[in-house]
T-cell receptor
Framework: DAGITQSPRHKVTETGTPVTLRCHQT?????MYWYRQDPGHGLRLIHY???????DKGEVSDGYSVSRSKTEDFLLTLESATSSQTSVYFC??????????FGQGTRLTVV | KQEVTQIPAALSVPEGENLVLNCSFT??????LQWFRQDPGKGLTSLLL?????REQTSGRLNASLDKSSGRSTLYIAASQPGDSATYLC??????????FGRGTSLIVHP
């Protein structure tokens, strides 16, 4: 299995608080992605990175920011969590976009 | 924008049947197509990766075909088993390196 770890695996937070999810890889892959998965919507891309300090928005980026200061870490931040951000968040990695590998997911509940 | 559609959305079959899951995409200028499996509450596991130059890939009882010109891929599962019960997702690149997903086919194989 590809070395990709998400933390935390589960989190409950209150509306309006900041939340940071971490994705860590040991594969030295260039590309990293954050998706959210919701019933009826499937997997939707939030942000992605194509190198250190190189990031771009996906289709559902509003309310989220990301940072990648090292190849191995990709952080997703919810600046002020809302109930609509309750979801399962997945990190994925890829080298040259040929084959993607996924983390186990973070289940986030905003109350 | 790449759009991916999977049919059927859900499938329930008795053990032993041969199955066909369909994936269609709108932009045929793709480098590859990837099939994943997702068990409830888990991350995505890669099953098969088909490069654009290939017509099909096989792994055990699974066979995936790719027809770029028609924008279609098929995942064939032979002699289905209860352990095959899961959601199956296909992904194709948006551009050259951003995986875009269908909503998946939820499969139940009952004994």
């Amino acid at each position: 299995d590809a070395g990709i770890t998400q933390s935390p695996r589960h989190k409950v937070t209150e509306t309006g608080t900041p939340v940071t999810l971490r994705c860590h890889q040991t594969e030295n892959h260039r590309y990293m992605y954050w998706y959210r998965q919701d019933p009826g919507h499937g997997l939707r891309l939030i942000h992605y990175s194509y190198g250190v300090k190189d990031t771009d928005k996906g289709e559902v980026s509003d309310g989220y920011s990301v940072s990648r200061s090292k190849t191995e870490d990709f952080l997703l931040t919810l600046e002020s969590a809302t109930s609509s951000q309750t979801s399962v968040y997945f990190c994925a990695i890829s080298e040259s976009g040929l084959s993607a590998f996924f983390g186990q997911g973070t289940r986030l509940t905003v109350v | 924008k790449q759009e991916v559609t999977q049919i059927p959305a859900a499938l329930s079959v008795p053990e032993g049947e041969n199955l066909v899951l369909n994936c269609s995409f709108t932009d045929s200028a793709i480098y590859n197509l990837q099939w994943f499996r997702q068990d409830p509450g888990k991350g995505l596991t890669s099953l098969l990766l088909i490069q654009s130059s290939q017509r099909e890939q096989t792994s055990g009882r699974l066979n995936a075909s790719l027809d770029k010109s028609s924008g279609r891929s098929t995942l064939y599962i032979a002699a289905s088993q209860p352990g095959d019960s899961a959601t199956y997702l296909c992904a194709v690149p948006q551009g050259s390196y951003i995986p875009t997903f269908g909503r998946g086919t939820s499969l139940i194989v009952h004994p």
